[in-house]
């Protein structure tokens, strides 16, 4: 069997026979001169790490463009180090999959070095801030999820855990905001060299929200005495240190068992999935769609690899605005947020069977073609029209890609703004269009009210995925509300279907307290003319078993097809591999 290891590669001819591209460099030479002349820093070493950068760099080792590997920092909660990482010899088997079923297989061997940032793991320390106070450092890049950015509450206002790095200073940083600008702090003081700091997660304006995190912590250091103001003014300084935008685009859902079969089947082993205390899932192998977009300001004050020899796409500020909102507002995202959680409700576990549903793919079409497109800006460095193509037609209905609604359901109260608030801003500001004639968006927005009962299509209780808010969203469900005798009667149908009498009292849900929200849609609904489309859309919703589905067909004018039909096929009977 063969083992994912230094020495389990020495069995070149094994791999090879398993279809497996091995790595084309000197390992042992390139983690060493990392560690004395290292220029690239990366912090959650997580699957888009894995499948989309660590593979980006590993093109450039292969082909001599490059001397040095990544050095992989797992956040200071994270456990992916010591669980992933260091068993297998910071290696990484990569498995690309296309709609075809066509698997690409790839030992990565480009991160050099994998440590803990974390203060109190002091050696792994004590080699970030080696790598930190080298002038060769060019960049420093994040994969932190937006949460790892946050400094603040919902309402505003610092979180506990800022505040406690905010008084505890440097040295006893736990945050991962924090941990980096103790590191960015220790490069000042040994002479203040320049740097990238480079956010290629998925949120907008992501280097300026990088920017904001690092240098609040800087700002508040200063003001308690734990930095000088010299630290803040550096940060702040363009010439020196920089925080480029970015737009990053790759599927890369949970490790599957299918997979995992598959790879077993080949001869390699030890690559059962690891859930850490926070019930957080991964594995030594990553599973991927083939698919992958990349790009970035160009804005680089200590230089950086030529990383466009490996597909990345390189631009001014304001095409990769163009291209990032054109994605996360109009041709991707919302279309994911969409099937996530009418996904839930209709009882789908894999996001390519529901586009085999149609009344689901409609949505996601109308979503798309209809309402998204006719206010995007053209990025010019890709189309909108063939990204939106090939997100309907080749990535989402991916049967090899087990990516999951529940996967993406996650943290929606922190998404729903962004995804759907530009596109009804865009719509309420330009004279020839009117928000109120949306009828897709508001159906997902309602969707979303609904999904957060916890109680599928045909009142089964289903848990929601992890959102900071789900709660405080739950709470305002429960308060009281002016409600008509037949909307009542409408949900005591509905509440007839769940067990769950503590959560829902017997009255129709106060979705207006959610709708009202206007800072959590980033838009006034009620202003755009569309609250009470959208409550009337969840009141529907609630009108007994199966009144999800018979809502969204009549909004979106779909023919009804009956549970056998062969174009609904749960996830559970759909086996791609």
Not at 440 to 461: H, K, S
Request: charged letters at 30%; aromatic letters at 6%; one cysteine or more.
């Amino acid at each position: 069997m063969l083992e994912l290891s230094e020495r389990g590669l020495e069995h070149t001819e094994a791999w090879k026979a398993a279809g497996v591209e091995l790595p084309r460099f000197n390992r042992r030479q390139v983690a060493e001169h990392t560690l004395d002349h290292p220029r690239w820093v990366h912090f959650g070493a997580g699957n888009i790490f894995r499948s989309l950068i660590a593979k980006a760099q590993q093109k450039l080792l292969n082909q001599g463009l490059a001397d040095t590997g990544i050095i992989a920092a797992g956040t200071p909660d994270s456990e992916t180090i010591d669980l992933v990482y260091r068993p297998h010899d910071n290696l990484t088997l990569l498995v690309e999959m296309d709609a075809e079923g066509r698997l690409r297989k790839e030992v990565l061997a480009s991160v050099a070095e994998a440590l803990c940032a974390d203060p109190f793991r002091t050696d792994d320390y004590a080699r970030l801030v080696r790598a930190f106070e080298n002038p060769s450092l060019q960049l420093v890049s994040f994969t932190v999820t937006e949460k790892g950015y946050a400094l603040t509450e919902p309402r505003g206002g610092y979180t506990q855990e800022a505040l406690n790095d905010f008084e505890a200073g440097p040295e006893a940083a736990e945050q991962v905001m924090a941990v980096v600008a103790a590191l960015a702090l220790r490069r000042y003081r040994k002479g203040a060299s320049p740097l990238a700091f480079v956010s290629l997660d998925n949120c907008p304006h992501n280097g300026d929200v990088l920017r904001k995190g690092l240098t609040t912590v800087a700002k508040e250091w200063a003001i308690r005495g734990h930095a000088e103001k010299g630290f803040v003014h550096y940060l702040e300084n363009r010439s020196l240190v920089s925080f480029p935008l970015t737009m990053i685009d790759k599927i890369t859902p949970r490790p599957s068992s299918l997979i995992r079969e598959e790879l077993k089947r080949l001869g390699i082993g030890g690559m059962e999935e690891i859930t850490s205390s926070r019930h957080t899932y991964a594995a030594p192998f990553v599973n991927a769609e083939n698919i992958e977009y990349l790009v970035i300001e160009d804005d680089f004050p200590a230089g950086r690899p030529p990383l466009e020899a490996a597909g990345i796409l390189f631009a001014d500020r304001d095409t990769v605005n163009r291209a990032d909102a054109m994605k996360v507002t109009a041709c991707l995202n919302p279309l994911h947020t969409a099937l996530a959680v009418t996904g839930c409700l209709l009882g789908y576990t894999r996001i390519s069977d529901e586009m085999r549903d149609p009344v689901l793919r409609a949505l996601a079409e109308r979503i798309g073609r209809n309402e998204g497109l006719p206010v995007v800006v053209d990025p010019g460095i890709l189309s909108p029209e063939k990204f939106l193509d090939e997100v309907l037609n080749k990535r989402f209905p991916n049967p090899f890609i087990p990516d999951t609604p529940q996967r993406i359901a996650s943290d929606t109260s922190k998404k729903i703004g962004i995804r759907f608030g530009h596109t009804l801003r865009a719509y309420m500001e330009r004279a020839e269009l009117d928000a109120a004639d949306l009828t897709a968006i508001p159906l997902a927005i309602a969707a979303w009210c609904r999904y957060l009962m916890g109680v599928d299509d045909e009142g089964r209780p289903f848990e929601p995925s992890p959102d900071p808010m789900l709660e405080e969203l739950r709470r305002r469900l429960n308060r009281p509300a002016d409600r008509t005798a037949d909307t009542a009667e409408a949900f005591e149908t509905a509440s007839k279907m769940s067990d769950r009498k503590d959560v829902w009292p017997g009255a129709l849900p106060n979705v207006r307290a959610i709708l009202a929200d206007a800072e959590l849609f980033a838009v006034d609904l009620y202003a755009a003319g569309l609250g009470g489309k959208i409550e009337k859309m969840f009141r529907d919703m609630l009108d007994g078993p199966g009144a999800v589905r018979r809502t969204l067909e009549r909004e979106l004018g779909t023919e009804r097809h009956d549970a056998d039909d062969p174009a609904r096929i749960p996830a559970e009977r759909s086996n791609p591999l």
